[in-house]
C-alpha cells in the first residue's frame, strides 16, 4: 500500500456500511465544534472542520474537477477494473489525497487524517455525507470509479444541453432571417408597387395634358380659319 493510502486507511471495517448508511441527497450544512466535549470529541471535530474547509476551497475544487476531466473517459459502466484504470486510482491518492494532506499538515492539527478515518466508521453522522464520500474514494476503489462516472455523465449532459441550446439559437436565428427577407421582400413590393402607380399617374396626367393642349390647337385653327373666311366675305 502507497503512503498516502496509508494516510487514509480506514479501520478494519467494511466500508460497504457508508454506503448504505450515507444519505447523498442531505445538503444539510454541518457545523463542527471543539466547545465543551470530550479531547477525542473536539480532536474529531476540529479536523473534520480542517477537511471540509480544504475540500471546499475553489484551489481543491479546480484540481479535483481538472483530475477527474483529463481521465474520466477511461471509465466505463459494468467493465472490470483494468491496469491503466489502477495507476489513474493511485496518482489520484498521490494527488488529491497528497493534497489534501499537505494542507491538514499547515493547519497543525492534533489529529492525523488516518486517526480520523480510523473513526469515521463509527461516527459517520457526525460528518458532512458530500465530505465522507470523497473521502472514501481514497480507500475504495468503487467510490473512486462512481466519482469518474458521474463527472462523465455530467459532461455529457452538459455537452448535450449545450448542443440543443446551440440548435435552439441556431432555429431562432434562421427564423428571424427568414421574417427578416419576408419583411424585406414586402417592403421592396410596396416600393415597386409605388413607383407603378406614380408612373400610371404621371402617364395619366401626361395624356390629359396632351390632348388639352390638343384641343386647344384644333380650337386656335379652327377660330383662324373663321376669322380667314370672315375676312374673304368682308
Do not use: W
Not at 72 to 100: A, R, T, W
Not at 124 to 142: A, S
Amino acid at each position: 500500500m502507497d503512503s498516502t493510502n496509508a494516510r487514509f486507511q480506514s479501520s478494519p471495517r467494511d466500508n460497504q456500511k457508508f454506503n448504505q448508511e450515507i444519505d447523498m441527497g442531505n445538503e444539510q450544512e454541518f457545523e463542527y465544534s471543539n466547545k465543551g466535549g470530550r479531547k477525542e470529541d473536539d480532536d474529531f471535530d476540529q479536523m473534520a472542520g480542517i477537511l471540509q474547509d480544504i475540500v471546499i476551497d475553489p484551489v481543491f475544487e479546480g484540481k479535483l474537477e481538472d483530475f477527474l476531466e483529463d481521465h474520466c473517459g477511461l471509465f466505463e459502466e459494468g467493465k472490470e477494473k483494468n491496469h491503466e484504470q489502477n495507476e489513474v486510482y493511485k496518482e489520484f491518492q498521490d494527488v488529491i489525497g497528497g493534497y489534501i494532506e499537505e494542507k491538514v499538515l499547515e493547519y497543525k492539527s492534533v489529529m492525523t487524517t488516518q486517526q480520523f478515518m480510523g473513526m469515521i466508521d463509527e461516527r459517520n453522522e457526525e460528518v458532512d455525507p458530500l465530505l465522507l464520500d470523497l473521502l472514501l474514494t481514497f480507500t475504495d476503489f468503487q467510490y473512486f470509479k462512481e466519482h469518474m462516472l458521474a463527472f462523465k455523465k455530467r459532461q455529457a449532459d452538459a455537452l448535450e444541453k449545450d448542443l440543443t441550446e446551440l440548435m435552439v439559437s441556431g432555429a431562432k436565428k434562421e427564423l428571424h432571417l427568414e421574417k427578416e427577407k419576408k419583411k424585406k421582400e414586402i417592403d421592396e413590393d410596396k416600393e415597386n408597387k409605388g413607383k407603378e402607380n406614380f408612373e400610371k399617374k404621371t402617364n395619366i396626367e401626361k395624356g390629359i395634358s396632351h390632348d388639352t393642349q390638343k384641343k386647344g390647337q384644333t380650337k386656335s385653327s379652327t377660330e383662324t380659319l373663321l376669322q380667314q373666311k370672315q375676312n374673304i366675305i368682308s
